[in-house]
């Protein structure tokens, strides 16, 4: 490491992960994402993208390697780094019966926020777009950006330095789309390092400040988004993916 850089909130130290069955998911995996920066994680299904994010929450462990929040390895002590973790899914797991303040109020107490008021509440759903009077309504009837937002403001609230993002972007319109990466350049700009795993290959350009390729479980591309600027990622990735696609055959 760089002895002029922080020490990386986010890091992977050689990632192998064999299932019994014997799939390869990840094989040797290594990346970093420091305090105030973007990481974006493109891959096809079955790449290894969700796979690394679950080690990180220590959903699955590692056959090899590990993943460190702030300093702390996830599977040896995962209560300290998921306190330092916020997740949101691709489908946010919510109270559909719940309103939104009810949401925000239950997962800020789940995570020791127990002092979070309701004006608290309302003025981080403002933040992150959602009109209202939309925040007295149940969850059932939003639409997935709504739920995203939901999603983010919980993270927001839970205060955490790291942030994982699994395919956030995924069904959302335009406007929607266009709205959630201003919330992400806020959230870099207050120094939070976000990893985002995603399909979108144009949004990832655009916010990351760096970029990796997962390819059937190896990182095959890293680079700084500065160093991408002229060159055509779509293609880049495509040549990836079809690497991906003669491996698994």
């Known amino acids: 490491m760089n002895a002029t850089q922080p020490a990386p909130m986010l890091e992977a130290r050689g990632l192998v992960k064999r299932y019994e069955d014997g799939v390869l998911a990840l094989d040797l995996v290594s990346f970093a994402v420091r305090a105030g920066e973007i990481y974006a ?4 299904n079955g790449a290894g993208k969700t796979t690394t994010i679950n080690i990180f929450l220590n959903f699955v462990e590692p056959t090899e390697g590990e993943a460190l929040v702030d300093g702390i390895v996830t599977h040896k002590d995962p ?3 998921k306190e330092r973790l916020a997740y949101v899914s691709e489908n946010v797991m919510l109270y559909p019966n719940f309103t939104a303040i009810q949401n925000l109020e ?7 926020k127990t002092e979070v008021t309701r004006d608290e509440c309302r003025d981080v759903l ?19 950006g709504m739920r995203q937002k939901c999603g983010i403001a919980i993270a927001i609230l839970k205060d955490a330095p790291a942030i994982l993002l ?7 319109d335009p406007k929607a789309g266009f709205e959630f990466l201003n919330l992400l350049a806020i959230l870099r700009s207050e120094g939070k390092a976000i990893l985002m795993s995603t399909h979108d290959i144009f949004r990832a350009k655009e916010i990351a400040d760096t970029v ?3 390819s059937a479980g190896r990182l095959a591309l890293q680079r700084p988004a500065s160093e991408l600027a002229g060159q055509d990622l779509e293609q880049l990735y495509l040549q990836h993916m079809a690497g991906h696609v003669e491996r698994a055959a």
């Open 106 to 112: 239950f997962f800020a107490r789940l995570a020791g």
């Open 212 to 214: 990796g390729i997962m």
């Open 166 to 172: 699994d395919e956030p972007t995924s069904g959302l």
């Open 41 to 44: 994680m493109l891959g096809a």
């Open 126 to 144: 403002r933040r992150v777009g959602l009109q209202d009077d939309a925040h007295a309504k149940r969850l059932k009837g939003f639409s997935k």
């Open 79 to 81: 209560l300290a780094a």
